[in-house]
């Protein structure tokens, strides 16, 4: 059977039906398409079919397309029995190169030789997990966003041995389903996204291990200021408007004296028991008693009310 076209794909498989798994599940249910999950976890079943139906309400706001339906969720333990007649796949199991290195081979050996194979991981390199495959041609990296079924942004990155030609087929199948996806030019670890969190993740770890702030001030310092801009413009875009009516020119001339000064450690600090302390103890603070399921639903809701407010007043 040939490879469908990227708008005629119907039946999707994933593998690994953890956070990831089941978000990728949600918005292929959504978007009418038939989902095939696979998971050795013993509740896998159930804690797919949980996250699901945790999503719908969200989902059903921003807009279900027609054949959308939950039922459309076939769970099949069996990797082989699962993937065998898909039309795309969707690997998102535990990050752990060897255990991708692996599984890829296998899902290889059992899926159609011209179906692409896609891997959420978050930074592992696919020319490493590609080389044990049989047709490494049609493996890449797809790499999403918490939560799935909401964020629009998937990263696509191609190994050594992936052809252009399918990485155009993931950039179409990905933007035909209303995704963004987002071609990265080189292959590097961690791609473009996770490369800019971790940097700010590492300078956020410094600031609590030396006492300057607390998790809820460090997050207060990110989501009542550059937190909100980002949302819309980015880095650049807003270092651009930061430079008054000159933009970014002025901005560099003004700003680009500071590099030099040690504002960044760069660096991340050792993840010693106290620092995980303040983390752990900080954001349970934080949640106040909330449930993750509960702050899921509320951040589901927030998420789309930004989302409409930057597509009627930024992106008109
Ligand atoms: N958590 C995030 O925010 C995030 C964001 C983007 C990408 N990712 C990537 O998505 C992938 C999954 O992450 P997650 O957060 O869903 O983790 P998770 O722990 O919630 O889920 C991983 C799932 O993989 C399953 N699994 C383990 N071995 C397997 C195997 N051999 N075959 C099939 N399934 C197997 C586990 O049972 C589990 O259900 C990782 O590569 C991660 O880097 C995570």
């Not at 899902?107 to 194979?117: G, M, T, V």
């Not at 600031?207 to 009542?224: M, P, Q, S």
Request: proline residues 5%; hydrophobic residues 40%; contains cysteine.
């Amino acid at each position: 059977m040939a490879r469908p076209e990227p708008s005629a794909v119907k039946r999707v498989g994933l593998v690994g039906a953890g956070l990831i798994g089941s978000g990728w599940a949600s918005y292929f249910l959504s978007q009418g398409i038939d989902v095939v999950a696979t998971d050795p976890h013993p509740d896998g079943e159930a804690r797919v079919r949980a996250s699901v139906a945790n999503a719908w309400p969200a989902l059903t706001k921003v807009g279900l397309k027609p054949g959308a339906d939950q039922k459309r969720l076939t769970f099949i333990k069996d990797i082989e029995t699962a993937i065998r007649d898909v039309d795309f796949i969707q690997e998102s199991a535990t990050e752990n190169e060897d255990l991708k290195t692996e599984l890829m081979a296998r899902i290889d050996r059992a899926a159609r030789p011209d179906a692409i194979i896609a891997s959420s991981t978050s930074g592992l390199l696919p020319s490493r997990f590609q080389r044990t495959c049989k047709h490494p041609e049609r493996v890449l990296v797809g790499h999403p966003f918490n939560p799935v079924y909401l964020l629009p942004l998937v990263e696509v990155v191609g190994g050594e041995k992936t052809t252009e030609a399918n990485k155009d087929w993931a950039v179409a199948f990905y933007n035909g389903v209303g995704k963004r996806a987002l071609r990265c030019r080189k292959e590097v670890p961690g791609f473009v996204s996770d490369r800019l969190q971790e940097a700010l993740w590492r300078e956020a770890l410094h600031l609590i291990n030396d006492g300057v702030g607390t998790t809820e001030e460090v997050d207060a310092a990110v989501r009542y200021g550059p937190g909100l801009r980002w949302a819309f413009m980015g880095s650049f875009l807003t270092y651009h408007l930061a430079g008054g009516d000159d933009g970014m020119a002025h901005f560099i001339e003004q700003f680009g004296p500071a590099l030099d000064l040690p504002w960044t450690s760069l660096q991340g600090p050792a993840m010693s028991k106290e620092l995980t302390r303040r983390l752990v103890d900080g954001t349970r603070e934080q949640a106040a008693g909330k449930s993750v399921k509960d702050m899921e639903r509320r951040r589901d809701e927030t998420l789309i009310a930004i989302m409409q407010a930057i597509h009627t007043h930024w992106d008109r």
